[in-house]
């Protein structure tokens, strides 16, 4: 399993959704998604120039009909995390989830069915949210407490923060994200929405 702490440092933010690339990165804000050669490099630029409008989105399909964004120009919020773009990337029954780090901590935000359910702190394990409940049980096979503050077990005890919001990005939509899943082909566009 990848760390994306170990590609990007200690800012980013991965969202999966379900749908093609031209439809999630629409549905983020992107108008009129294109290639996009040396995606994470870009995007690394952007972030450093810190001078450019909006935030660079990068998708490509990691599994059939599953869909990975990154964004790594958090400095006013990840657009991944923004409760109504989860809402609508999860509509019609899907599932979306947000795994973001930034210096404030590392947590995975969770959008069934156009409803935001909740969020879980990747550290310590402890998931927040009224609609948590069905959510929990998933996350409980690789090792997350069912209840709130519960202790972690298994994989999720063994893994280290990073490790721990991926894995509870593979319980909720069956993707295993590796190295390879990073280094494109890129899809996106610059965004505008702001959480």
């Known amino acids: 399993m990848v760390d994306p702490g170990e590609l990007f440092g200690e800012g980013w933010c991965v969202t999966l959704a379900s749908g093609t690339v031209p439809e999630v990165l629409e549905r983020m804000g992107v108008v009129g998604a294109s290639g996009v050669p040396g995606g994470l490099d870009l995007a690394t630029e952007r972030l450093m120039d810190g001078a450019e409008e909006g935030v660079l989105l990068l998708g490509h ?3 059939e009909g599953l869909v990975m964004v990154v964004e790594l120009e958090g400095t006013t919020g ?3 995390v923004d409760p109504l773009l989860l809402s609508a990337l999860s509509s019609g029954g899907g599932t979306a989830v947000s795994a973001c780090e930034d210096p404030n901590g ?4 969770v959008a069934r069915d156009g409803s935001v359910l909740g969020w879980l702190d ?5 998931h ?3 609609g ?7 996350l409980a096979v690789v090792g997350f ?3 709130e503050d519960g202790p972690l077990s298994g994989a999720a005890a063994e893994a280290d923060g990073a490790g721990r919001a991926l894995l509870a990005m593979r319980a909720l ?5 590796e190295t390879e899943d990073f280094s494109g082909p890129w899809t996106g566009g610059v965004t505008t929405t702001r959480p």
């Open 106 to 109: 590392l947590t995975v935000h």
């Open 145 to 147: 407490a069912e209840e």
């Open 173 to 177: 939509t069956g993707a295993e994200l």
């Open 132 to 138: 948590f409940g069905d959510v929990a049980r998933d």
């Open 122 to 126: 990747a550290v310590s394990g402890r």
């Open 78 to 80: 990840w657009v991944g």
């Open 61 to 63: 399909e990691v599994a």
């Open 128 to 130: 927040f949210g009224e």
